[in-house]
């Protein structure tokens, strides 16, 4: 089956210590995405991946790393410099290019609550 | 700055009832339209998309209008059924661009 695989499904954080939430896909997709959804609010792009190798920034990258070397492979790290990190987050993919028509696929998300 | 709206946090329905979800954006540069559907405990899924040279995608029960004057979409689903409660969010891009702005979602209930 394709798709999007999250893990863990939920996580805690102690103070002053960075978390790494993993993001896989077989979809042979290029762009990879981390949003983080808030009650209320609708889903804010973190970091977002074009293809291996390369990232970009987005709304709310404070506080937040990640890395692409592979294409499958998309994790991201909350760190300590993160100060409010309780959140839904969620990871994405999609084609690139016109034809994409930026329709992304999602995970199931991990819940970070911080202890 | 919320550049796309979803004023309803909810929105409740009879089954076989027509539910009519509407979202607002700000910025002219948009012109392409989608909107997700959420259950609980999974993450959002495509449902129908709309670009800016159309003003009607239809999609079986699912139609998207837009109204590029009044920056304003909707999606309406005819008839509605109890296995269509979940949050719905409504998203603009413009083509070729990776990042996607989403808004805060209306979450539908639908009664049998």
């Known amino acids: 089956d394709g798709g999007i695989t999250q893990s863990p499904k939920y996580l805690f954080r102690k103070e002053g210590q960075n978390v790494t939430l993993s993001c896989e896909q077989n979809?042979?997709?290029?762009?990879m995405y981390w949003y983080r959804q808030d009650p209320g609010q609708g889903l804010r792009l973190i970091y977002y991946?074009?293809?291996?190798?390369?990232?970009q920034k987005g709304d709310i990258a404070e506080g937040y790393s990640v890395s692409r070397e592979k294409k499958e492979s998309f994790p991201l790290t909350v760190t300590s410099a993160q100060k409010n990190p309780t959140a839904f987050y969620l990871c994405?993919?999609?084609?690139?290019?016109?034809?994409?028509?930026?329709?992304?696929?999602f995970g199931a998300g991990t819940r970070l609550s911080v202890l | 700055d919320q550049q796309v709206k979803q004023n309803s946090p909810s929105l409740s329905v009879q089954e076989g009832r027509i539910s009519i979800l509407n979202c607002d954006y700000t910025?002219?540069?948009?012109?392409?339209f989608l909107w997700y559907k959420k259950y609980p405990a999974e993450g959002p899924t495509f449902l129908i998309s709309?670009?800016?040279?159309?003003d009607k995608n239809e999609d079986g029960r699912f139609t998207v209008f837009l109204n590029k004057s009044a920056k304003h979409l909707s999606l309406h689903i005819v008839p509605s059924q109890p296995g269509d409660s979940a949050v719905y969010f409504c998203?603009?891009?413009?083509?070729?661009?990776?990042?996607?702005?989403f808004g805060a979602g209306t979450r539908l209930f639908v009664k049998a």
């Open positions: 994405a993919s999609s084609l690139a290019g016109l034809l994409a028509k930026n329709i992304q696929y």
């Open positions: 979809l042979n997709h290029d762009a």
């Open positions: 991946s074009q293809i291996v190798n390369d990232f």
């Open positions: 910025n002219s540069m948009f012109d392409y």
């Open positions: 709309i670009s800016s040279i159309k």
């Open positions: 998203a603009a891009s413009h083509t070729g661009g990776f990042k996607t702005i």
